[in-house]
Nanobody, 127 residues
């Protein structure tokens, strides 16, 4: 089964940037669409972004549109999330997960289309 590992989280000041990585520890990501999610304490899991298996299609939640960029390098078996202009409300544990194709809309239950969840990486945006 596909296994994913997130990395790249840390502490950053508001307005700063981080790049998260999602790497497959078993098998290949080539045939999977990959989504990024985040969850803050006491809040529901929120879909952030998704990229198709080829990288030709990307989607973003309204809350991060224009600030975050998802990309993938199938040769390195890795999906990235470049996060710019970070805000304190971006603070959360960030997860990646796999699906057959990115759902069309960011709605309640969006995460149900995904599986093979990673362990998460903490992103903290604070002065």
């Amino acid at each position: 089964q596909l296994q994913l590992v997130e990395s790249g989280g840390g502490l950053v000041q508001p307005g700063g940037s981080l790049r998260l990585s999602c790497a497959a520890s078993k098998f290949t990501l080539d045939y999977h669409a990959i989504g990024w999610f985040r969850q803050a304490p006491g809040k529901e899991r929120e879909g952030v972004s998704c990229i198709s298996s080829s990288g030709g299609t990307t989607t973003y939640a309204d809350s991060v549109k224009g600030r975050f960029t998802i990309s993938r390098d199938n040769a390195k078996n890795t999906v990235y999330l470049q996060m710019n202009s970070l805000k304190p409300e971006d603070t959360a544990v960030y997860y990646c997960a796999a699906t057959t194709a990115c759902p069309r809309y960011y709605s309640a239950g969006y995460y149900l289309a995904f599986g093979s969840w990673g362990q998460g990486t903490q992103v903290t945006v604070s002065s």
